[in-house]
């Protein structure tokens, strides 16, 4: 593979008229960890032709040793500038992973997800994701290493002086929106030191690329700010987590809003209903994507506005699935559960094949819940016949291995290697002895 001479012509003219010294080819590995190699621009005709090549061994979730080769393939729509560099000035190409053969590499987060688009594209549909990622901004100590001192004591919508982080998310809004994103708002959250920004939705490939950019971002401008953010879900007890809501919503070959229908009592169509069926049966399947960490299972608790149970509403907030108020373009289903934690190129590939599933088995959901969730007893839990999201990270990672459909969305190699990876980290959070463990159990027993 390679690109035609036009677009070689294009890029190396903005690369030139930019003043680029240095680009870093970027991609993403199984665990949702972005990687780098970087390159000086005379080497641009080498990247374009795949002539940069790594140890796929040396990833997490790649290859063995004795299949190690690999090479990046950088697409060209996702080359931008990174405005806070001078001299030298860098920029960035988002890159897919190939083997030596010239195939796609089936274990390339950004490949899983472009296969799954590819399915949706053979059924007509085109998934657009609109994400809100949510982060926390804590003080770092006199070595520059992260602290649990929170930036501000505000809570949700509050602005200056409770809002001390105000500045920085300016900040990151403003560097954001001179790469190309459209930011629609940004704001203070609910927990003291939590923050949200949220952006355009897009198609599915190029919402996941925005995420992976966003939270490399976010990371950079709050350090240039003294400050360390993280995307860690639960990093404080007693106050509410982070998480990642995607707004998902289909749209036909013509363009149109396949969520929408202004015949149906409340303005979802057939498809709709059908998607969201789909998105509640196999949720308990896909929380180990969407939720992948042993720290992820902290933040998905009662009384800490996140959802523990698989049900949806209109405009109530506590099931795992809400309906926004928006009609029309703006129809969409809420998914409340995953959190800014997940590798966003498998997520969203896991939750686009479980939609198409309900479409193809045309699944109808239950009913909606319009009580408080996160108020609801043992009793009613049990009167109403719910599922609960999985507790921990190894009844998620058994809940997915048990799901064919999961091994179809990401094939069976990221299918395998993200078993293990997962398993490993909960193995090895099982061996720790906590804290908590200690001040129960050390003088009780």
């Known amino acids: 593979m390679s690109f035609i001479s036009d677009e070689k012509r294009e890029l190396k003219d903005l690369i030139g008229a930019l003043e680029v010294d240095l680009i870093h080819l970027q991609f993403t590995d199984i665990t949702g960890i972005t990687k780098n190699v970087s390159i000086m621009t005379h080497q641009i005709d080498k990247a374009l032709d795949g002539g940069i090549t790594f140890d796929g061994s040396s990833i997490d979730g790649f290859v063995r040793v004795e ?11 996702t080359f931008t500038v990174f405005p806070w560099t001078s001299s030298p000035r860098e920029a960035r190409l988002i890159c897919d992973v190939y083997k030596m053969d010239g195939t796609p590499f089936e274990g390339c987060p950004r490949y899983i997800l472009k296969k799954a688009l590819k399915d949706s594209e053979g059924m007509g549909y085109t998934m ?5 990622c949510e982060f926390f901004l804590f003080h770092t100590d006199e070595f520059g290493n992260p602290s649990l001192e929170v930036h501000d004591q505000a809570s949700y919508f509050d602005l200056a002086p409770m809002d001390m982080g105000g500045n920085a998310r300016n900040d990151i809004s403003m ?4 790469m190309g994103f459209k930011i629609e708002t940004s704001h203070h959250e609910v927990a003291t030191g939590q923050h949200e920004i949220d952006f355009e939705y897009a198609d599915a490939l190029k919402t996941a690329d925005n995420i992976m950019t966003f939270k490399m971002v976010v990371r950079i401008i709050a350090q240039r700010h003294g400050l360390h953010a993280t995307f860690m879900p639960k990093p404080l007890i007693g106050i509410s987590g982070s998480g990642m809501h995607l707004n998902i919503s289909l749209s036909g070959e013509n363009g149109e809003n396949a969520f929408y229908d202004p015949e149906d009592a409340i303005e979802l169509s057939d498809k709709a209903y059908a998607f969201l069926g789909g998105l ?9 994507l969407t939720n ?9 608790i009662p009384g800490f506005e996140a959802p523990i149970l698989v049900a949806w509403s209109l405009s109530n ?16 289903l809420e998914l409340r559960s995953p959190d800014p934690s997940a590798n966003p190129y498998l997520a969203l590939a896991a939750t686009l094949k479980a939609g198409l599933d309900g479409i193809k088995k045309n699944t109808r959901p239950p009913e ?9 007893t043992e009793e009613d839990i049990e009167l109403l016949e719910m599922e609960r999201l999985p507790s921990t990270l190894c009844e998620a990672v058994d809940a997915f291995s048990q799901s064919q459909l999961m091994k179809e969305a990401i094939g069976k190699h990221a299918y395998k290697r993200f078993k293990e990876a997962a398993m490993y980290e909960w193995n090895e959070y099982s061996k720790h002895v906590s804290q908590w463990e200690l001040d129960r159990y050390l003088r009780k027993f």
């Open 317 to 332: 907030r506590s099931p795992l699935i809400r309906i926004p108020a928006g009609r029309g373009n703006s129809t969409r």
């Open 175 to 178: 560097t954001l929106k001179s």
């Open 368 to 376: 909606p819940i319009s009580s408080n969730l996160y108020h609801i």
């Open 128 to 132: 657009n994701v609109g994400p809100e």
């Open 67 to 77: 299949e190690s080769d690999m090479y990046l393939m950088p697409d060209i729509s």
């Open 292 to 300: 992948p960490t042993v720290n992820s299972y902290k933040r998905l």
């Open 280 to 288: 509640l049966e196999h949720a308990r399947a896909y929380t180990a």
